[in-house]
């Protein structure tokens, strides 16, 4: 019976014509109608621009006010799928109209890449998809891709307070981009990437199809696990596989300014930093501050430890003595009160402000990434650290690699980046001040910063991370030359893996279904062309 439906909605979009761009929610709505989706499920997920509530909608889940000011494009419509069926038929109907599918699940991609186009878009918005559910017996969770991260943590800390997952320290990013970008946290040295303990999924594929790991086949399995998912499918869940975490971990917070041994703190870090015990993550944070009136960098230290401070301290005391760590400055709690302690919640907070969907303020910002593979010299540093004053408001974050990191293959998943890496490097500027003037002083800052270290990161390809998402490597209109355009940002971000993505692409794709600035291309540009309206 399923079948004989299937092929009655195919042939009724065989059939279907469409018009303008202007009619796109009508031709939506008929479509959706002859996939016998009912009236009343279709007027209540389908949202017009003319919607009371379509401006609402939209921002709910924008994170980044550069996208999200008069002048931005704005979708045709937003579906909000509450069933898999919604989510077929807006494959389908989006392939049949020639109309592009923009995929959000959290709305933090860095360039709202998830919700702006500059040709005529349709969002799909997957906030609906937040079912998390936890076993115990096999320690393992089935997650919907609308769930955020601090739902997730707060799910397995209501069956376990010895378990965890190793993924991102902002609560309100969406499950859907950051695993399939190849999510992190500072459980990274220990247990490595949200991918590497993914163990199934449920997608739907450019044909409409509700897939899983059997159905879908290894490669696009693959494929999903750090490669951008908005490629390949539209991501419905994925079955995470949890890690042990002791019953007491330790955080610390160390700051020291520049005339407190920063540089040297900083030097060091460097020295050890992928030899450390892999319990052990530690993020150093450089920022420009102005100090009696005196303009320098802070560099502020970060720790997450799997154990108590008494294991702790020997392996900082021999290992980074420069850090000077105390037991006074060690804050020993159970895991999920590090997860807040890593989200900026006071240690007063219940862990329920992680079921909040909601963060505290959103602002302009910008955001670029490195990979360091050799020390930084001294004098390096202190160069960044003046050009770092000179230019202004840019940080940098770095964030320890080795570890587990180092010992899983570079092939095995999409994300590339793993043994060799000292650390990855995040550039980050945020700003209030509404207006192009702005956004053009705060964007050539990052951008100055970022051209200076080139002699301090890697090189040929100068390597980027995915999920820290930036259209100024590279970007492809998804026309007949999309395949070079592809290659220069894909081999930043994948490397060796770049070509392999572009044949399981061109394989369950072929016709570009899944498309968008930064996405994989197919091999050679098989589909039909479509209207870029």
């Known amino acids: 019976m399923k079948k004989f439906a299937v092929l009655n909605f195919l042939y009724f979009l065989g059939v279907l014509t469409f018009a303008s761009a202007d009619s796109v929610y009508d031709n939506f709505v008929q479509c959706f109608a002859g996939a016998k989706i009912p009236d009343a499920q279709i007027s209540s997920i389908i949202y017009s621009a003319d919607n009371a509530s379509f401006a609402k909608v939209l921002e709910s889940y924008i994170r980044n006010r550069r996208f999200n000011v008069s002048t931005t494009p704005k979708p045709s419509i937003i579906v909000t799928p509450t069933a898999e069926s919604h989510v077929?038929?807006?494959?389908?109907?989006?392939?049949?109209?020639?109309?592009?599918?923009?995929?959000?699940?959290?709305?933090?991609?860095?360039?709202?890449?998830?919700?702006?186009?500059?040709?005529?878009?349709?969002?799909?918005?997957?906030?609906?998809?937040?079912?998390?559910?936890?076993?115990?017996?096999?320690?393992?969770?089935?997650v919907q891709t609308g769930a955020m991260l601090g739902e997730v943590y707060y799910r397995i800390w209501q069956k376990s307070k010895v378990h965890g997952y190793p993924a991102g320290i902002c609560p309100t990013v969406g499950v859907g981009g950051h695993i399939s970008g190849a999510g992190y946290g500072n459980l990274l040295r220990k247990y490595g990437l949200t991918v590497d303990h993914v163990v199934d999924a449920q997608i739907?594929?450019?044909?409409?199809?509700?897939?899983?790991?059997?159905?879908?086949?290894?490669?696009?399995?693959?494929?999903?696990?750090?490669?951008?998912?908005?490629?390949?499918?539209?991501?419905?869940?994925?079955?995470?596989?949890?890690?042990?975490?002791?019953?007491?971990?330790?955080?610390?917070?160390?700051?020291?300014?520049?005339?407190?041994n920063a540089t040297d703190a900083v030097f060091q870090y460097q020295q050890i930093v992928d030899k450390m015990d892999n319990d052990l993550f530690i993020r150093v944070l450089l920022q420009p501050i102005t100090r009696n009136k005196k303009r320098s960098v802070r560099a502020t230290f970060i720790g997450l430890f799997l154990g108590d401070s008494s294991r702790l301290l020997p392996i900082t005391d021999s290992q980074f003595p420069i850090l000077g760590l105390k037991k006074s400055d060690c804050k020993e709690m159970p895991w999920i009160n590090s997860v807040l302690f890593w989200g900026n919640f006071d240690n007063k907070t219940s862990p329920k402000a992680l079921l909040s969907r909601t963060p505290d303020s959103v602002n302009f910002l910008k955001r670029k990434s490195d990979y360091v593979k050799t020390p930084i010299s001294k004098s390096g540093l202190e160069s960044l650290f003046t050009k770092m004053v000179e230019i202004g408001k840019v940080g940098l974050v770095f964030n320890s690699y080795g570890g587990r990191m180092s010992e899983i293959p570079a092939s095995e998943t999409p994300f590339p980046h793993r043994a060799g890496n000292l650390y990855?490097?995040?550039?980050?500027?945020?700003?209030?001040?509404?207006?192009?003037?702005?956004?053009?002083?705060?964007?050539?800052?990052?951008?100055?910063?970022?051209?200076?270290?080139?002699?301090?990161?890697?090189?040929?390809?100068?390597?980027?991370?995915?999920?820290?998402?930036?259209?100024?490597?590279?970007?492809?209109?998804?026309?007949?030359?999309?395949?070079?355009?592809?290659?220069?940002?894909?081999?930043?971000?994948?490397?060796?893996?770049?070509?392999?993505?572009?044949?399981?692409?061109?394989?369950?794709?072929?016709?570009?279904?899944?498309?968008?600035?930064?996405?994989?291309?197919?091999?050679?540009?098989?589909?039909?062309?479509?209207?870029?309206?």
Request: charged share 25%; glycine share 8%; proline share 3%.
């Open 88 to 142: 077929s038929a807006a494959v389908l109907c989006a392939k049949k109209l020639g109309v592009q599918l923009k995929i959000r699940s959290g709305g933090h991609d860095y360039e709202g890449i998830s919700y702006v186009s500059a040709t005529t878009f349709v969002v799909l918005d997957m906030f609906n998809f937040r079912s998390i559910d936890v076993n115990m017996t096999d320690e393992t969770a089935w």
């Open 204 to 260: 739907v594929d450019a044909n409409g199809r509700v897939l899983n790991r059997e159905t879908m086949g290894e490669d696009l399995f693959w494929a999903i696990r750090g490669g951008g998912g908005a490629s390949f499918a539209v991501i419905l869940s994925y079955k995470i596989k949890l890690v042990p975490v002791p019953p007491i971990v330790t955080v610390f917070r160390i700051e020291k300014a520049y005339d407190e």
């Open 424 to 533: 990855k490097i995040q550039y980050s500027v945020n700003w209030s001040e509404e207006g192009e003037a702005a956004d053009k002083n705060y964007m050539d800052q990052i951008r100055q910063l970022f051209s200076f270290m080139a002699p301090f990161v890697s090189s040929n390809p100068r390597e980027a991370y995915l999920n820290y998402r930036d259209l100024d490597i590279g970007t492809t209109d998804n026309g007949k030359n999309s395949y070079s355009e592809g290659q220069v940002y894909g081999l930043k971000y994948f490397k060796g893996n770049f070509d392999r993505l572009v044949k399981i692409k061109t394989a369950v794709d072929p016709d570009n279904v899944f498309r968008n600035e930064q996405s994989i291309p197919t091999l050679t540009f098989q589909g039909r062309r479509r209207s870029r309206k």
